[in-house]
């Protein structure tokens, strides 16, 4: 079974500073996706950004950007010029390829102070 | 609808008694997902539908939880004789595509 680890339970950066989060996982698969859902207080799960494994290319949407590590099996968040509408839970998961659900984190909650 | 429903938003019941969520999946989307957030605490898969094939149930708790998907659209999750440590948030998802989930709001379920 894969296993998602994020090892930081709680970040905190200031408006306009970058901050990154960090999540590694397990598989012995070749091919999977990975993802940063973003849920604010709100309970809604948000798609951040996604990686497909096959692509060496990080991903970036805008501000939020992706260090994908293949052999490391290690894919952090950077998020840039952090806006207090940052501030809200995130997590890392991962989708294989076995039709297996999307495996979570346990998530970092994320501060952002004026 | 444009995105996934759930309901009720919230619910609150006795110790013992049956409850039944709501998942109204994106229309065309094949799969379907349920997940428990308990406080504090990351996502716990609870099962998967998808398309006809049989569900991947392999996520529930006991045997009290079950869950249908009927006509490969709304999903109902029920939990028969709940106790106190039901309580949490059943999010639901689906998705077409391997390029992520849709998920609902929520329902946040609490047992007194």
């Known amino acids: 079974a894969q296993t998602v680890t994020q090892s930081q339970p709680e970040m905190s950066v200031q408006e306009a500073e970058t901050v990154t989060l960090s999540c590694t996982y397990d598989?012995?698969?070749?091919?999977?996706?990975l993802f940063w859902y973003k849920q604010p207080p709100s309970r809604q799960m948000i798609l951040v950004i996604r990686?497909?494994?096959?692509?060496?290319q990080n991903a970036t949407e805008n501000r939020f950007s992706v260090n994908f590590q293949k052999a490391a099996k290690s894919f952090s968040l950077k998020i840039s010029d952090s806006q207090l509408g940052d501030a809200a839970m995130y997590f890392c998961?991962?989708?294989?390829?076995?039709?297996?659900?999307?495996?979570f984190g346990k998530g970092t909650s994320l501060l952002v102070t004026p | 609808g444009a995105g996934v429903s759930q309901s009720p938003s919230n619910k609150v019941t006795e110790k013992g008694k049956d409850v039944e969520l709501r998942c109204d999946p994106i229309?065309?989307?094949?799969?379907l997902y349920w997940y428990r957030q308990s406080l504090g605490q990351g996502l716990e898969f609870l099962i998967y539908?998808?398309?006809?094939?049989?569900?991947?149930k392999s996520g529930l708790p006991s045997d009290r939880f079950s869950a249908e998907r009927t006509g490969g659209s709304v999903s109902t999750l029920t939990i028969q004789r709940t106790q106190q440590e039901d309580s949490a948030v059943y999010l639901c998802?689906?998705?077409?595509?391997?390029?992520?989930?849709?998920f609902g709001s929520g329902t946040r379920l609490t047992v007194v």
């Open positions: 998802a689906s998705s077409l595509t391997d390029y992520g989930y849709t």
């Open positions: 598989t012995s698969e070749s091919d999977y996706y």
């Open positions: 990686q497909e494994a096959y692509k060496q």
């Open positions: 998961a991962f989708d294989g390829n076995s039709g297996y659900a999307l495996n």
């Open positions: 229309s065309g989307h094949t799969a």
């Open positions: 539908f998808q398309g006809n094939s049989a569900p991947d």
